[in-house]
């Protein structure tokens, strides 16, 4: 971490801010300052340089078009992947996701590059994927939503997030991908929101140590009332 | 379009409509009937059933009510209902007019609502974004109002930019139409220049975050004060109509007080494309926003209502660029209740409660309800807005403290609000 302030960068909401995709970039910042550490939110705009030297890099949701641009802009300028490669926190989601793998092909069937920082390539499926999905990994289950066409294929330089109990996420029974302190996910748009304990990963990872707890009962009962939903939905 | 010559008021567009063939006559019969039908028995649904039944009946019903009058579709993502209850009030003007005034906007509501009146000259029907296709190669309107394109219930209808690629081919299909649209969207403008005729209205837009990648090629747009434009050669198109504040500027700089009676810029706005269609179909705009400043509520929104013993001011939002056009509009100081659900008409998904400024009610009391109010919560909690939470809107506006309080919902939940509060007045 450089300087006072933890910088997070919100990569491209021009192209990559979808479904509310800001709210990562909010939570983290505020569970920051709740803790006292101070935190500026950095917006990276489409047609401007990628600075490098940010602590935390976050990539949203975005359609067909916008993501083939967004790669296409990080590609042309690499400052995130100079940042990743001395171990600046990359976080993903949906789009996100497939703009950090080796390549992703979009519905028109066209092959586009990605970042290469995982080891993921995604092709479209046979349907969306639409709905409550639930996570199991080593935390708390992760809630959150998803919406895409796209099914993730893992090579040996990444590890899945987590094992799918409830939705779709990579389409192999698995969800996300992780290398290093790259982390992507397909539970898109506000994720950390309903997330703490991925929020509180990714934040250990810029401290360099585990910040502390951080009671929020509200996001408590939202959880609560999310994974019941999830649950009755599997057995409707 | 030549504002100096408008056609003669109530000609040629109000020539009554054909005989009908017996089977669409049968259908708008019946149509009818099961809406009178349940109107008796109080379910309320009945128009669109009626209508239901009436395109099983005859197929081509739609086509056959609707293409001997002339008919004018509303569409956009938000301000079709308010935006139609304006031009059905100002085509008054010309003559009587048929309206799905009950927000049915999908094809069964439009037929139900050419059925309840088979003989007027006129139709203003809004429509659905993704069902004007269909309805519009079928009623073949003279005109196309398309209001603006943001993104609503992602989960549910997919993406803003594949209604932008239906509409723009539907558009160039329909040589008999005049598109109606704000230029100041870059969406909207990227389907109306597919039309063989288009009125431009530069009706300001708030909400940019759909429209930053060109929706013909998908390179960034360049914005240059209110012109925007794409290495592609898409621009912005010079309007023929400025919304100024509360005011339509005419190209020739006359000037049109809209005077209205409903609060908001976006308001304003839909007044300001309800003036310029009504001008090409030969209302003079000072005829227009006179009649337009007689409405003060619409479908029930905006309305003014008693409970537990304080007026209550219901307003809608449905979608992110909603809420973002409501939440200036609240009174200052006065308590506020949010109620948010997320069922499948509203969308499941409720990501675009990070994309609304909640910040903005900071210092206020707020009350968070519907079935979504947890969602709120936390999404308020993290912008340090505080706030109590009571599911039951009515509960929470008991909680909201005394004097009046503004009501903002989503869709079901304003509609159960609407519902719960029938036949009280403010
Ligand atoms: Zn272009």
Redesign the pocket.
Known sequence: MTGTAVRIGLVLPDVLGTYGDSGNAAVLRQRLRWRGIDAEVVDVHLGAPVPSGLDVYLLGGGEDEAQALAAAHLRAHPGLQRAAARGAVVFGVCAGLQVLGSSFVVSGGTRHAGLGLLDVSTSPGERRAVGEVVVEWDREPLTGFENHLGVTTLGPGSRPLGRVAAGTGNGDGTDGAVTGHVLATYLHGPVLARNPALADLLLSWVLGTPPGELPVPEVGELRRERLRAARAARWR | MSLSAPPELGAPHAAPPRRLPWRTSAAAALARLVAAGSRRLGTGAGGVAGGRFALRLDPRALARLGRARTVVLVTGTNGKTTTTAMLSRVLGVLGEVAVNGDGANLPDGVTAALAARPRVPLAVLEVDEFHVPAVAAAVRPVCLVLLNLTRDQLDRVGEVRAVERALRKAVAELPGTTVVANCDDPLVVSVGLAASSAVWVAAGQTWHADATA?A????PLRHEGADWS?????TRPEPAWVLEDETAVLGDGVRVPLGLGLPGRANAANAALALATAATLGVPPRLAAERLSTITEVGGRYRRVEVHGRTVRLLLAKNPAGWRETLPMLEPGAPIVLAVNGREADGRDLSWLWDVPFGQLAGRTVVVSGERALDLAVRLTYAEVPHTVRPDPLDAISAAGPGPVELVANYTAFRDVSRRLAGRHG
């Open positions: 060109c013909r090629c998908g390179e794409c290495r592609c050669g898409l």
